[in-house]
């Protein structure tokens, strides 16, 4: 701070006189602006791109029938175009990792914020951050060359890839986001709160789960949401553990999801198709933003208490 | 102290960043200019001989752009004509967009693009669009087994009740008691829609798995035991075993193998097609290209890429 202030003005960052000076400054806050304001444009210009070109073939299909349909044939001699398997996919698979995930990732984050050395805390952060930091296409290769093969064989199926072992990765992939933020939000419990539970004879375990998880709560839901975002947003991992095939969803069969779907036919897709492909991701878009909406609202929650 | 160490991580892990992309620059540089050593080794061996012959093998003065946008399975003699086609015509630059037959044939009938590469025929909705269509090689389609398996030749038939499921176990087949797990292409792909066409299981297929390259079809076979799946002759390998294949009950078992694929003997082929608009000349780049491509001097690089040239 003091550094910065003492080179003011003689550094040559700053010209000298007044007016030049007043002219920088409104000159650097244009630049910032224009910097900021790039953000907003591509947000808006994603959505419009969306929506002008996933509506097409929403009109041309029906709304109900892309929705409600149960059959996605795109080549075929007539063309079938229900989603319904890839939005229902979507939400089992993302249920599925976040019922796994949660449980794991939130006992994690109170352990490491309340119940943990420091040196143990150290080494669990670090591997925490190290997985966070795995790119996805990894965990599609040892989720495809590990568990795939592992879950054909434990269920005495003919083909391992299911939605099964898509829950399993997926689980493991958003365990990061749910360790961190919750972990975030355990330590910003004020001590007091704490000091008062265990000073009425409260022991540690019940302070922790009686005091500062609901303290924490609007923080931990915020994981679990940020969680839900993941999970249904990844596409490359997934792809390659789940089969790909447009089933209704079924625990041990082969799945595909809304990210999947787009992902997996968008190279040879031409015509009503590819329009088509446009609309699952305007979906998947649709979805995103009701996630993160809620994660807005959840964080003003605990901000305000 | 905390701030010097980010600092200094944040350093490491920008250079590893900057190492990463200029390595695999490297790399791919490298293997660029290897090519274009060995075609200009070529293209001297070429001229040497052609001095002595007194034919062929000149290189023509003609200039230009020819852009090809297609099929992914034609990666392979897409480079291959591109490496000799330059040996003959310095001048002339080749493109090629691997982005799928389906977006070839859109951006042929465009005019976005000079020829449009199709790993299919071209359906009538395509040629009416004003496309006209030239076969320049030939592709089987590999019917794949796991190693393990004991099954070695199945009827059309028999794949076609394997791909809709009614066959649904290698018992059923002669093999072991083995559920059959069926892995196949996205929708889309130029194999998928081959295989189902040639075998009359459109819209039929029941799948285990829809994989989005040849490559990952041959992975997922090759590690589970059950597997049958198809893919093109060209990316044939020892992970996985090719089934001989009877036309049907009567005819004799063939492999795939070129010479079979060529003769018409084997039952499962596919076209590699140039798509070109029927009512515009091509460019005199292009037409040179394209000349290029049917003519008997092309034969060996198809051969080469592990398909059969159709002339």
Known sequence: MKRILKGNGQNGLAPKTKGTRAAFETGMNLLFFLCGAVAVLFVLFISIYLIVSGLPAIREIGLAEFLFGDTWKSTGKEPQFGILPFILTSVYGTAGAIVVGVPIGFLTAVFLSKLAGPRVAAIIRTAVELLSGIPSVVYGLIGMTVLVPAIRTAFHLASGATLLAAIVVLAIMVLPYIISVSETALSAVP??????????????????????????????????????????????????????????????????????????????????????????????????????????????????? | MKKAMSVLLTAILCTGLFTGCAGSETASTGGASSQE????????????????????????????????????????????LTEYFKEKYPNITVTYDPTGSGTGIQQATAGSCDIGLSSRALKQEELDAGLTETVVAKDGIAIVVNKENTVTELTVDQITKIATGEIANWSEVGGPDMEIAFIGREAGSGTRGAFEELTGTEEACSYAQELTSTGAVRTAVSTTPGAIGYISLSSLDDSVSALMVKADDASPAVACTEETVLDGSYAIQRPFVFATKSDAALSEAAQAFYDFAVSDEAAQIYIDAGVVPAN
Do not use: C, H
């Not at chain 1, 539970?197 to 303290?215: K, Q």
């Not at chain 1, 990844?234 to 799945?255: D, R, T």
């Open chain 1, 191 to 305: 001590k007091e709160y704490e000091e008062a539970s265990l000073a009425l004879g409260a022991t540690e375990i019940e302070t922790y789960f009686r005091v500062s998880v609901p303290a924490a709560s609007s923080g931990i839901a915020a994981s679990v949401v940020l969680g839900v975002g993941r999970a249904i947003g990844e596409a490359m991992a997934v792809m390659m553990v789940a089969g790909n095939v447009a089933n209704m969803p079924s625990l041990l069969q082969s799945v595909r999801f809304l990210t999947t779907a787009v992902a997996s036919e968008m190279s040879y897709s031409s015509g009503l198709q590819r329009q088509a492909l446009f609309s699952i991701a305007l979906v998947l878009f649709l979805f995103i933003m009701l996630i993160n909406a809620a994660l807005a609202v959840l964080l003003k929650k605990g901000k305000k208490s």
């Open chain 2, 37 to 80: 050593t060995q075609s200009a080794q070529a293209s001297q061996a070429e001229e040497s001989e052609a001095g002595a012959s007194q034919e062929g093998g000149e290189t023509v003065d003609l200039s230009g752009t020819v852009s090809t946008n297609g099929s992914t399975s034609m990666e392979e003699v897409m480079m291959g």
